[in-house]
């Protein structure tokens, strides 16, 4: 069964200080990984997405990471702020034989607060 | 539309009665989606159509949820006889043909409560 499990479940750390979060999936055969920011009472937000030949992409503060022999991703959020506050979703696409088709697997998320 | 675009956006029912949830994708998205989302919890998948390929209804948790969508525009989500259960946010997504690599964008969601 195709499983995504993120870790922490909870964080809480200071505004200007950096953090990382950690994704590790099973889903086969993979397609992509995406991380998502969702605030609360708000729909999902795409940060970025990788695919299996990247090993790593950056959108403003955040960075992804990709191992996908270990099957482990990591969001490194970079000199945190009060608006980072969120649960951030890891994302798996499994790669279906239609082609144009993929089927996604959420993790539950990591919830984020940064403080004063 | 700018965005994926859901109505209504608050909805309170009682038990035992019929809901239907509308989703409006961004133009041009083949690829739509429904997910649930119960306070606190993660996102689960119930239902994903692409293009004029059959719906992948493996995520409907019973009978009484049912989902519809006009060609490759507007899908309602219907819950019959609704139970507090189904108390949670409804949100549906849409993506470029549901390809590989393309952003997948998400609505604001329908909140469902059900007293």
């Known amino acids: 069964k195709n499983q995504v499990e993120q870790s922490p479940q909870s964080l809480i750390i200071l505004e200007g200080k950096n953090c990382t979060l950690q994704c590790n999936y099973t889903v086969s055969p993979f397609s992509n990984l995406r991380w998502y920011k969702q605030d609360t009472g708000r729909g999902p937000v795409s940060l970025t997405i990788m695919t299996f030949s990247e090993n790593t992409k950056s959108n403003g503060r955040y960075t992804a990471t990709l191992d996908a022999d270990t099957k482990q991703s990591s969001l490194h959020i970079t000199a945190s702020q009060l608006s980072d506050s969120a649960s951030y979703i890891c994302?798996?696409?499994?790669?279906?034989?239609?082609?144009?088709?993929?089927?996604?697997?959420f993790g539950t998320g990591t919830r984020l607060q940064v403080t004063l | 539309g700018a965005g994926v675009s859901q109505s209504p956006s608050n909805k309170v029912t009682e038990k035992g009665k019929d809901v239907e949830l509308r989703c409006d994708p961004i133009?041009?998205?083949?690829?739509l989606y429904w997910y649930r989302q119960r306070l606190g919890q993660g996102l689960e998948f119930l239902i994903y159509f692409q293009g004029n390929s059959a719906p992948d209804k493996s995520g409907l948790p019973s009978d009484r949820f049912s989902a519809e969508r006009t060609g490759e525009s507007v899908s309602t989500l219907t819950i019959q006889r609704t139970q507090q259960e189904d108390s949670a946010v409804y949100l549906c997504a849409s993506s470029f043909q549901g390809l590989s690599g393309n952003t997948i964008y998400f609505g604001e969601g329908s909140w469902l409560t059900v007293v």
């Open positions: 994302v798996v696409s499994e790669f279906l034989n239609t082609g144009t088709a993929s089927k996604l697997t």
């Open positions: 133009s041009g998205h083949t690829a």
